[in-house]
């Protein structure tokens, strides 16, 4: 069966009006719907409801950083059909974050999971693999590249380093 895109934001919408938690939905642009999650606990039940519903795959999770003034980061999870774009949304502390991982529900999230991690420091708790995706394994412990705060003099610490030339 082939679902339009007004069928699904329709079915989406649906959903999570009717959601045993408290979402609030917004309409941001005629094809997408943002859900604002409670906290990164409705993340998999919401998950699941999308998926039972056949309401698309994950396109991407993307992380912003909100600023170190508040002391938050915001994840959103990105799922299409058609043309339609439902983006599940909730904020996270900036320092000490812990996700549950989609991967027990959507094994392709792991590759999304990761970079999350290395660029914003979350960690997704039952990921698989948390090791470096993109960063060099001796990116220096707790910094990460897409926090504002960010120092790019790092860069230039690793690149003046010597290479060790398998020694």
Known sequence: M???TEKALS????LFENWVWKTRTEKPEPNRLDVY???SEDLIPMTVGLRVQRLGYLAAITG???GPETKECELLYHFCTAAAIVTLRFRVPRDGAIVPSLC???PSAEVFEREASEMFGITFHGLRNPDHLYLPDDWPEKTYPLLKDFNPEVLKTLHDREPDNGK
């Open 104 to 106: 027990s529900v959507i």
């Open 2 to 4: 082939i679902i339009t």
């Open 37 to 39: 999650l409670r906290s």
């Open 64 to 66: 912003l950083d909100l």
């Open 11 to 14: 079915t989406a919408t649906e």
